[in-house]
């Protein structure tokens, strides 16, 4: 059984570092990641979110329901804020700003990024090139979409590194990371970063010391969204 990394525990929840290529759920008798963490830490756990399986990072698990009724409430109302880090190969359409529109269905399970914007996905970006056919995105979602932030670089021209699903170069992972997470649980402001399971191409010098630059992303200055 797969060892899953604790970053954090509280009373009401523990916060894990999912490795790439997990499945959430168990599948074809595959045990997913939530099923892991119970074993593990042989207790109950309620799933709150959720992160696709070439995805790395954190996750958060509520251990109790009362814990997994107010996670529901804090992310239904926009108030976890999510950051996440990427590798592309493709010079993307541009290199910093905001991708929003309506996530309509496509072929085989797939989405993509419509012109129209009735109840948009909205992904916030900073990029930084920092090899040949490497550049690193750190990521701001303000929604929660099936495959949002996979979309949202695809409709740059620069799908996610190991993405095959939506046109990314081969390689040994998918590069799409959840980096921090920041929220108020009570009376605290929490903030968690998950500096491992940043392996292959995150490991490269010019891309970690960038990384190492980032570990407060909650601190980034992101432009506030019209009408936040």
Do not use: C
Not at 164 to 177: K, T, V
Not at 185 to 200: C, K
Request: no cysteine; hydrophobic share 40%; aromatic share 10%.
């Amino acid at each position: 059984m797969q060892k899953l990394r604790l970053v954090a525990e509280h009373n009401d929840f523990i916060v894990v570092n999912k490795p790439s290529g997990i499945n959430f759920h168990t599948e074809s008798g595959e045990l997913g990641l939530v099923e892991l963490a119970r074993q593990q830490f042989a207790i109950e756990l309620w799933p709150v979110h959720r992160l696709d399986k070439l995805t790395s990072g954190l996750l958060l698990l509520a251990k109790n329901k009362s814990a997994a009724a107010r996670f529901q409430e804090l992310f239904s109302q926009g108030l976890v804020n999510k950051y996440y880090l990427a590798l592309v190969s493709n010079k993307p359409k541009k290199k910093q700003g905001l991708i929003k529109g309506d996530m309509l269905k496509a072929r085989n399970g797939s989405w993509k990024l419509g012109h129209s914007s009735d109840n948009p996905a909205i992904t916030q970006f900073f990029s930084f090139a920092l090899l040949p056919k490497r550049r690193l995105f750190l990521l701001k979602p303000h929604t929660g979409r099936t495959h949002q932030l996979r979309v949202a670089l695809k409709s740059l021209g620069a799908p996610i590194l190991g993405d095959a699903r939506y046109g990314g170069e081969p390689a040994e992972r998918g590069y799409l990371h959840a980096f921090g997470l920041q929220f108020n649980w009570g009376e605290q402001s929490l903030h968690f970063t998950a500096l491992d399971n940043l392996d292959g191409d995150f490991e490269r010098f010019e891309i970690a010391e960038k990384i190492a630059s980032l570990t407060k992303p909650w601190e980034v200055a992101f432009p506030q969204l019209k009408g936040a």
